[in-house]
């Protein structure tokens, strides 16, 4: 069976880290599924998912990480031709990546103890976002 859902978020953007594991459990749930595999898909090029343990030190370091990697304040072709300045919030994105696969089993998601699915927003001012939430398996 398909059972597919979304996920609405309001962000502020700046790289705003959001845990949104209990809203991902909350879909499943819905699904009435036991086993089987979901997948999570952030339409939009300036947002991306990861897992990490979500806890203030992690989530600092991991902002500092992306800031290292792709400055805020770096030169970005895209900025020239758009003029938005966002260009870093792209390049951050497409390094995460717009989606994942998490495999459950009796109706519960097989995350580590210390791992929590996050929502990352790059872009560079607050945005509504929706989340798909495609779920494959059996009941």
Request: charge should be positive; hydrophobic fraction near 35%.
């Amino acid at each position: 069976m398909i059972y597919s859902g979304t996920i609405n978020l309001k962000s502020k953007g700046e790289t705003q880290i959001m845990d949104i594991t209990q809203d991902v459990e909350k879909v499943l749930l819905l699904s009435n599924m036991k086993k089987g595999v979901l997948t999570l898909f952030v339409p939009g090029s300036t947002g991306g998912l990861t897992t990490i343990e979500y806890e203030s030190g992690v989530v600092s370091d991991l902002r500092d990480a992306f800031e290292r990697i792709a400055p805020r304040r770096g030169s970005y072709a895209h900025n020239s031709r758009w003029g938005d300045g966002n260009g870093f919030s792209h390049v951050r994105a497409s390094m995460l990546g717009p989606s994942m696969s998490i495999p459950f089993s009796g109706g519960r998601m097989t995350l580590g103890t210390w791992q929590q699915i996050v929502f990352i927003d790059f872009d560079n001012r607050p945005r509504s976002r929706e989340l798909i939430v495609q779920i494959v398996g059996e009941k």
